[in-house]
């Protein structure tokens, strides 16, 4: 089920801006892997290039390897569009499609995948909404439209949607950052319980929520202004928030920051 | 917050007072702590109340009450302008109806200058829905093929140059489609109906009759193609525009989700343009059922009801009025308003028909996302 990520030599540019520079690191399968770092420095553009989202912005291109297991999602012949059902993505602004149902919604890929049959579906939707700590709440209006629901609902709801599909890979975006406390908690909670089926990939603003699901961090940091953003370092998380090898990543963590 | 909440002071009636007073402070028995001195006056001559020993009062902005008058006043004009209209058809039509010898719904000929009068919309109804309805067969598929290759597929540098020719297609004037309808279009018809008529004879709707085969194509098929590329442009532009809306973050969503383009289009964005491209197809539409100079270029009048469309012959309502408008008599003239009150009501029963179509859907619309 859950796959490690080895990336290497990656840059990713948009158009001739390099957005990020030269990344290498190793995310071990069955963990939750934090990113952390100022804004601009490149989280979210690394995050991308994971699942090949990046280069579906117009003039965005990524150099160098990235590794699932033994095969190499920038390889040539391999068919973005696969990487993508087997690593599932969770958005920073919660977006179920506003023109279906709860239930469409959670199914939606598994239709992308071909899936018809009525009972496997009802299954999946059961099955990936509880997983998402959502079925209590919506049990009862699976109809009714996912727009309707609270945001922090909505964004279960697309956690629940990108797990529906049994991705190997979670890649999720500050998923908390719409969200009140306990809608936060909530889906850190679930983040917990998924790490034993999935990889999970974080990206967050929030130092002790890093702090609390995660168990690495990566810091990002980018030299200055029209700079790429680089890897400072990753490291186990106890580390990284008691005793960081580099003092950049000291001065982020605590606030003495620029 | 714990500081103990500010409030007005008893002693002094504030813009706020009898109103604070009566369940503020007092209510928690807390002892009141001074406000700054000039903050009471300063929040009375910021909302004009200085003074005023009453609760505040709603204030009328000049802005809001002319936006307010002329928004109502053309809402209201609108329906009065619609009223006069059909009542005014109405009026006019109710003469020459009362004289009818023939039935309005199913007689053939048009002859209401006639002794006595006998005329009926029957081959005018059916010459409009049929051609209309043949237009739009055409043209909603492939506008919105052109509109989501504008919007979703070409690359911008051929997007652009492409939609600028759509709208300027929109803005060709219709005797200029009909000009070209009977000079070009005609002609080189007559390879596709015989096409037609030796491969699609079977359905009998898209054949020709024995007697008649041969002659140039002025028939309400052709009429349909004509119309088709007339309402093109428009919902072609209208679908575009909308599809161009369609949020990015769904997009996104679908292909996170591994869906290809097309998919992604299916998900994400033609859902979402649903409800656009019915109110685009219903522009379109209106100019189809109301279509006069192009249909009259290309269409050989007559008053039978044929059901091979291939056949020439037929009319429709606007073309049919064109026609006779001139030397129409009083009851000729009461007749063919009576043939354009129908046109009306027709055209009413359609867009009332879309309306409920996107209502019905209205909470999956995405409208509140
Ligand atoms: N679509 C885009 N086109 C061009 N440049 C972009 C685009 N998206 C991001 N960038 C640039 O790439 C760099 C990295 O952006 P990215 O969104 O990855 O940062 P981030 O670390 O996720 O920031 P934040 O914490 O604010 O989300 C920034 O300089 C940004 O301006
Ligand atoms: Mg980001």
Same mark, same amino acid.
């Given at each position: 089920m859950a796959k490690r990520i080895d990336v290497s030599g990656l840059s990713a540019y948009y158009g001739s801006f390099k957005?990020?520079?030269?990344i290498s690191m190793t995310i071990e399968p069955r963990s939750v892997t934090a990113f952390i770092g100022p804004?601009?420095?490149?989280k979210s553009t690394f995050l991308r290039t994971l699942n090949r989202m990046?280069?579906?912005?117009?003039g965005a291109r990524v150099e160098g390897k990235v590794m699932l297991d033994d095969e190499n999602?920038?390889? =040539?012949?391999?068919d973005p569009v696969a990487v993508r059902r087997t690593v599932g993505m969770v958005f920073q602004r919660p977006n179920?499609? =506003?023109?279906?149902?709860i239930y469409d919604n959670v199914v939606a890929g598994l239709r992308l995948a071909g899936v018809r049959k009525k009972p496997l579906l009802d299954e999946v939707v059961e099955k990936s909404l509880k997983g998402a700590n959502l079925w209590n709440e919506v049990k009862d209006r699976l109809?009714?439209?996912?727009?309707?629901?609270?945001g922090g609902q909505q964004q279960r709801l697309c956690i629940a949607r990108a797990i529906a599909v049994e991705p190997q890979v979670l890649l999720m975006d500050? =998923?908390?950052?719409?969200?009140?406390p306990i809608s936060t908690l909530a889906i850190e909670d679930l983040i917990g319980e998924l790490k034993s089926r999935f990889t999970i990939v974080i990206v967050t603003h929030n130092m002790q929520q890093a702090a609390r699901v995660s168990d690495r961090t990566a810091f990002f940091n980018l030299a200055g202004v029209g700079q790429p953003g680089r890897l400072v370092e990753i490291d186990d998380t106890q580390r990284i928030f008691?005793?960081?090898?580099v003092q950049a990543t000291e001065d982020y963590i605590s606030g003495r920051f620029g | 917050m714990d500081t103990p909440s500010p409030t007005v002071p008893q002693d002094r009636d504030g813009p706020y007072g009898p109103h604070q007073t009566s369940h503020g402070h007092a209510a928690h028995g807390q002892t009141p702590v001074e406000l700054p001195a000039e903050l009471p006056a300063a929040l009375a001559e910021a909302t004009g109340?200085?003074?005023? !020993?009453?609760p505040p009062k709603a204030r009328n902005r000049i802005g809001d009450t002319l936006f307010l008058a002329a928004s109502r006043g053309s809402g209201i004009l609108l329906l009065v302008i619609m009223a006069a209209i059909a009542v005014f058809l109405g009026w006019q039509a109710s003469k020459s109806l009362s004289s #009818?010898?023939?039935?309005?719904?199913? !007689?053939?000929?048009? #002859?209401?200058?006639? !002794?006595?009068p006998v005329f009926g919309i029957a081959v005018l109804l059916f010459g409009t829905v049929v051609s209309a309805v043949i237009a739009m067969a055409i043209a909603v598929p492939v506008a919105v093929g052109i509109a989501l290759f504008i919007s979703h597929y070409a690359p911008r540098r051929l997007a652009q140059p492409i939609a600028y020719l759509v709208d300027l297609l929109a803005a060709v004037p219709s005797i200029v489609y009909g000009l070209w309808g009977a000079l070009f279009l005609v002609p080189h018809l007559d390879g596709l109906t015989a096409w037609m008529n030796d491969y699609?004879?079977? !359905?009998?709707?898209?054949s020709q009759s024995d007697g008649v085969s041969?002659?140039?194509?002025? #028939?309400l098929f052709t009429v349909g193609i004509l119309l088709a590329i007339m309402i093109l442009p428009i919902i072609t532009a209208v679908s575009r525009e909308v599809f161009k809306q369609a949020p990015r973050m769904h997009e996104e969503a679908a292909l996170a989700l591994g869906a290809t383009r097309w998919e992604m289009i299916r998900t994400a964005v033609l859902p979402f343009g649903r409800p656009g491209v019915i109110s685009a197809s219903m522009l379109g539409l209106g100019r189809a059922l109301g279509e006069t100079m192009a249909v009259a270029t290309v269409l050989s009048p007559s008053d039978k009801l044929n059901l091979?469309?291939?056949?020439p012959g037929g009319g429709t309502f606007a073309q049919n009025i064109a026609a006779k408008?001139?030397?129409?008599?009083d009851n000729g003239r009461s007749a063919l308003i009576a043939s354009g009150l129908m046109l009306f009501v027709i055209t009413l029963l359609v867009n009332a028909a879309a309306r409920l179509i996107i209502a019905r859907r209205k909470e999956f619309s995405g409208a509140n996302a």
């Amino acid at each position: 089920m859950a796959k490690r990520i080895d990336v290497s030599g990656l840059s990713a540019y948009y158009g001739s801006f390099k957005g990020i520079e030269d990344i290498s690191m190793t995310i071990e399968p069955r963990s939750v892997t934090a990113f952390i770092g100022p804004s601009g420095c490149g989280k979210s553009t690394f995050l991308r290039t994971l699942n090949r989202m990046h280069e579906v912005i117009p003039g965005a291109r990524v150099e160098g390897k990235v590794m699932l297991d033994d095969e190499n999602l920038y390889g =040539p012949g391999v068919d973005p569009v696969a990487v993508r059902r087997t690593v599932g993505m969770v958005f920073q602004r919660p977006n179920p499609f =506003p023109t279906m149902s709860i239930y469409d919604n959670v199914v939606a890929g598994l239709r992308l995948a071909g899936v018809r049959k009525k009972p496997l579906l009802d299954e999946v939707v059961e099955k990936s909404l509880k997983g998402a700590n959502l079925w209590n709440e919506v049990k009862d209006r699976l109809n009714k439209p996912g727009a309707g629901l609270s945001g922090g609902q909505q964004q279960r709801l697309c956690i629940a949607r990108a797990i529906a599909v049994e991705p190997q890979v979670l890649l999720m975006d500050e =998923p908390c950052s719409a969200l009140d406390p306990i809608s936060t908690l909530a889906i850190e909670d679930l983040i917990g319980e998924l790490k034993s089926r999935f990889t999970i990939v974080i990206v967050t603003h929030n130092m002790q929520q890093a702090a609390r699901v995660s168990d690495r961090t990566a810091f990002f940091n980018l030299a200055g202004v029209g700079q790429p953003g680089r890897l400072v370092e990753i490291d186990d998380t106890q580390r990284i928030f008691s005793n960081p090898s580099v003092q950049a990543t000291e001065d982020y963590i605590s606030g003495r920051f620029g | 917050m714990d500081t103990p909440s500010p409030t007005v002071p008893q002693d002094r009636d504030g813009p706020y007072g009898p109103h604070q007073t009566s369940h503020g402070h007092a209510a928690h028995g807390q002892t009141p702590v001074e406000l700054p001195a000039e903050l009471p006056a300063a929040l009375a001559e910021a909302t004009g109340q200085r003074g005023v !020993t009453a609760p505040p009062k709603a204030r009328n902005r000049i802005g809001d009450t002319l936006f307010l008058a002329a928004s109502r006043g053309s809402g209201i004009l609108l329906l009065v302008i619609m009223a006069a209209i059909a009542v005014f058809l109405g009026w006019q039509a109710s003469k020459s109806l009362s004289s #009818n010898t023939g039935h309005f719904f199913t !007689t053939f000929e048009w #002859n209401p200058d006639a !002794t006595p009068p006998v005329f009926g919309i029957a081959v005018l109804l059916f010459g409009t829905v049929v051609s209309a309805v043949i237009a739009m067969a055409i043209a909603v598929p492939v506008a919105v093929g052109i509109a989501l290759f504008i919007s979703h597929y070409a690359p911008r540098r051929l997007a652009q140059p492409i939609a600028y020719l759509v709208d300027l297609l929109a803005a060709v004037p219709s005797i200029v489609y009909g000009l070209w309808g009977a000079l070009f279009l005609v002609p080189h018809l007559d390879g596709l109906t015989a096409w037609m008529n030796d491969y699609l004879g079977w !359905t009998h709707l898209l054949s020709q009759s024995d007697g008649v085969s041969g002659s140039a194509p002025r #028939n309400l098929f052709t009429v349909g193609i004509l119309l088709a590329i007339m309402i093109l442009p428009i919902i072609t532009a209208v679908s575009r525009e909308v599809f161009k809306q369609a949020p990015r973050m769904h997009e996104e969503a679908a292909l996170a989700l591994g869906a290809t383009r097309w998919e992604m289009i299916r998900t994400a964005v033609l859902p979402f343009g649903r409800p656009g491209v019915i109110s685009a197809s219903m522009l379109g539409l209106g100019r189809a059922l109301g279509e006069t100079m192009a249909v009259a270029t290309v269409l050989s009048p007559s008053d039978k009801l044929n059901l091979h469309l291939l056949d020439p012959g037929g009319g429709t309502f606007a073309q049919n009025i064109a026609a006779k408008f001139g030397e129409a008599f009083d009851n000729g003239r009461s007749a063919l308003i009576a043939s354009g009150l129908m046109l009306f009501v027709i055209t009413l029963l359609v867009n009332a028909a879309a309306r409920l179509i996107i209502a019905r859907r209205k909470e999956f619309s995405g409208a509140n996302a």
